[in-house]
């Protein structure tokens, strides 16, 4: 099998690798022309056997419409895009509509695994036709992890079905980690806890809590005990946003999930505006003591 793979940053170039590793040709391309395999996505389009299939994987937005503008110049009926970013459900739903009208097939993909998914394999949740499905389904067999097939991937319905899973799945993650962070402060900040590392370190078997993201937290810990190389600054790349505006819409109550949106951007505050007005409203009520500013 012959594929085009179209991004190749930090989980499109390990996802170029891995495929390769597990005998799927892949031709790549990029804007980085030190890794990119052609230096056009026309000549990505034209090294490809029909019917072609092209795998996005660049940040949701702008760059993912103007790469499906761009491949839709190119390619033809029985064609199919798979869009492997972290795009919102409707932004799929209307590519595939858009494409439809060319015979262009289109397939969402969810992916998760960071940077380890080259060793470990990626979890996939795809949504779209179930025909287009199973012709892609030699390409989710060689990113997914080994082992059973329902452990590491599901056609989770139609287009759009894909990226909501992964948008929901982001969410929980989110609520866990803060949940970890929390703990990690608090353990910080008992004098008597004398190793926080070997109590993170002590979770990983047996206990309730042991999961990947803990074992990802006590290496973190390993590198930089006191995590004194880094800033308490968390961005967040939109999904946790989406999913705390579909609980609104559904009326469904997230209130760790959206709690732990929110810590988010209390990180990227110096100095909270709201904090400085719940310290000056426990001044005047109560007559609390204040920090003055410097």
Known sequence: MHIGLIGLGKMGGNMRTRLRNKGIEVTGYAHDRAVSDVDSIEALVAALPSPRTVWVMVPHGGPTDEVINELTKHLGAGDLIIEGGNSRFSEDIRHAAELAENGIGYLDCGVSGGVWGLQNGYGLMVGGDANLVERAMPIFDALRPEGERAEGFVHVGDVGAGHYAKMVHN??????????????????KKDIIKDVHGTFAAWQ??????????????????EDPELAKIKGFVEDSG????????????AVPM??????????????????????????????FGGHAVKKAD
């Open 171 to 188: 969410g929980i993650e989110y609520a866990m980690m803060q949940a970890f962070a929390e703990g990690y402060e608090l353990l910080e």
């Open 205 to 222: 078997r047996g206990t309730v809590v042991r999961s990947w993201l803990l074992d990802l937290l006590v290496l973190a810990l390993e």
């Open 239 to 250: 999904e946790g946003r989406w999913t705390v505006e579909e609980a609104i819409a559904n």
């Open 255 to 284: 209130p760790a999930i959206t709690a732990s949106l929110f810590a988010r951007f209390s990180s990227r505050q110096d100095d909270s505006p709201a904090m400085k007005a719940v310290a000056a409203l426990r001044n005047q």
